[in-house]
């Protein structure tokens, strides 16, 4: 187990055909994962969370930053010196190899004898629930036990740094919610430093004990699963952790007397500006307005919320899924009331104000309110 620190990281490649360097993949990438902890890097495809953890692994040339793992730092040591376990996306067995020898190829590679493989793949396999595989050749396997093995055999190397690349995007939804309780489960016993890439924010917060999203090769945001939740740094973090995901809406402030409002272009609907937001606006302003969909509600007939009319009505099971047409956009609401609502129906809205956002509609940067 070992501490991550990741300094002022860059990768840039070049065009082979122009000999011309290209933006930066990475971009001044910087973080600390403590000893033992959990870290996700999340981001949409593209966004260099991949090549970032190749970085770490050695497969990918530093253009310029450090990596330390511990207090070594590890920019010029070859990859099976680094000590980490590394497990990808494709599950690359053997597959003339049966389980067993799988996991114990690379301890053969380092010349470990076998009396000390057996041992530690004896440790190793139930962890993993992949005792009863041990005779079995890859040929055999579901891709949820391939994975198993996958990260078996990146494990028993006993790494001071764990690192998983989209360890369960071959899988189908039923088997992702499996692993994942396996590898927290794992992850608690072996309590290891373990770094996980993903672009599934599903997968990213409920595994991970702290988020880095990235965005085009940036690191937007670094938190723990509730602070990039609730508290999101900028539009784009906003918009990408959540599900459904949080509406954002271009809203212009008026000022009526001593109230501001929000008002929605093309349309009549109109709330009422937290006082908390009003020392940062000023009449006429225009901001993009972020709140989740739970925090949107359904006011009764004597509310005082905008009158709308419901373009789409979902029935989930455990919640209600409600779109509306406000001016040219539409704004989604959940429900867990047991209502039953169809194309045409009108419901008044009423906005948890405390639960709102604020971005500058130019830089998508959070127009932070004071208390």
Known sequence: MAQLQLKNLYKQYRNKKSKQQNDFAVND?????????????????????????RMIAGLEEITKGEIFIGDTKVNDIHPKDRQIGLAFEDYALYPPLNVYDNIAFNL????????????????IAPLLKVDDLLDSRPVGLSGGQKQRVNIARAII??????????????????MRQVLRTEIKRLHKEINCTTIIVTHDQLEAMSLADKIAIM?????????????????????????????????????????????????????????SVPQRYHSVIVD????????????????????KGSRVHVAVFENLGEERKISVRVGDE??????????????????????????????????????????
């Open 215 to 271: 965005k085009d090769g940036k690191l937007q945001q670094f938190g723990t699963p509730l602070e990039v939740y609730d508290d999101p740094a900028n539009e784009f973090v906003a918009g990408f952790i959540g599900e459904p995901p949080m509406n954002l809406m271009t809203v212009k402030i008026s000022k009526n007397m001593d109230e501001f409002f929000f008002d929605f272009p093309k349309s009549e609907v109109k709330i």
């Open 157 to 174: 190397r006993k790494p001071k740094l764990l690192l998983l690349d989209e360890p369960l995007s071959h899988l189908d939804g039923k």
């Open 108 to 123: 053969r590679a380092k010349k470990i004898s076998e009396q000390k493989i057996h041992e530690q793949i004896t440790q």
């Open 330 to 371: 539409f704004l989604t609401l959940t429900t867990a009331e047991e209502i039953r609502l169809k194309h045409g129906d009108i419901i008044r809205l009423q906005v948890k104000a405390e639960k709102t956002h604020l971005f500058d509609v130019e830089t998508g940067q959070r127009i932070r309110a004071t208390d």
């Open 284 to 303: 006429g302003m225009t901001v993009k307005l972020g709140v989740r969909p739970m925090d949107v509600l359904i006011g009764d007939k004597t509310s």
């Open 29 to 53: 990438f910087s973080l600390t994962c403590n000893d033992g902890e959990f870290v996700g890097i999340l981001g949409p495809s593209g966004c260099g969370k991949t090549t970032t953890l």
